[in-house]
């Protein structure tokens, strides 16, 4: 009865820290494309056909999420050579973010009493 309750309880520890972590051991790459065409991985700039090989020799897994920050003025031209060099390296957790753009309206406003 002791043995099954340690076993149980060693399972259930395994569980919570494999939901904390997640996928891909809980690391996001982060690559970002600039109005220019260049491009960074995590902050450092690199060739557009190195992408996928420079995130694998930074650690990241193929089950890492990667983030692609992309403006709105890049060419698609650079977006599907980003995606190649990803999926060739074997990346499947990839979203491409655009920049958020928010706007409001204001109403003018009488004077203070």
């Given at each position: 009865m002791?043995m ?12 919570v ?8 051991g809980?690391?996001t ?10 491009i960074?991985?995590?902050g450092r ?22 983030n ?9 031209r ?6 190649v ?19 409001s ?6 004077p203070?009493?």
């Amino acid at each position: 009865m002791k043995m099954r309750t340690v076993v149980m309880l060693l399972c259930a520890l395994m569980a919570v820290s494999c939901a904390s972590t997640g996928p891909g051991g809980g690391r996001t790459g982060y690559v970002e494309v600039l109005s220019s065409g260049a491009i960074r991985v995590n902050g450092r700039p690199v060739a557009v056909n190195q992408v996928g090989p420079t995130l694998r020799a930074k650690g990241f897994s193929t089950r890492s999420p990667i983030n692609v920050r992309v403006p709105e003025d890049v060419s698609q031209r650079v977006l599907k050579m980003v995606t190649v060099s990803l999926t060739n390296s074997g990346f499947t957790r990839v979203v491409f973010i655009k920049p958020k753009q928010t706007s409001s309206d204001v109403k003018p406003v009488g004077p203070a009493k």
